[in-house]
């Protein structure tokens, strides 16, 4: 499925960590010389599965999940969107409906 195109710039986003402080209390002589920062990139991950699932399947339980005990954590989208049009959205996770691939009955590409 081919999403509607932003810039890239627009779709990372970055987010400040705590890893620093946590070096500077293992290494105290680099207290307050280092600044963590990591940058999230929408992405998708691989499932092969074991039993013949179709996508729909797939979809069916990740909705009932994100209208579940997931409700606060995981959404779903049926539009085609990027990650700069949830930069409101509440959720940890949002599910892209028709963003994914089955290559076979066993092996699917998810993305959140």
């Known amino acids: 499925m081919w999403h509607n195109s932003h810039e890239a710039s627009q779709n990372i986003l970055p987010l400040f960590t705590n890893a620093a402080k946590s ?3 293992v290494i105290p002589e680099l207290n307050g010389t280092l600044f963590g920062m ?7 991950f691989n499932l092969h599965l074991e039993k013949t699932v179709k996508t729909g399947k797939i979809e069916k339980l990740v909705k009932q999940a994100s ?3 997931l409700k606060s954590i995981l959404s779903c989208s ?5 990650s700069c049009d949830f930069c409101s959205n509440s959720h940890s996770s949002v599910f892209g409906t028709g963003a ?4 076979n009955d066993h092996f699917l590409q998810i993305t959140f």
Do not use: E, K, W
């Open 23 to 25: 070096a500077d209390n």
């Open 38 to 44: 990591v940058f999230h990139v929408s992405h998708g």
């Open 67 to 69: 209208g579940g005990p």
């Open 78 to 82: 049926n539009d085609q969107v990027v």
């Open 100 to 103: 994914h691939i089955a290559l």
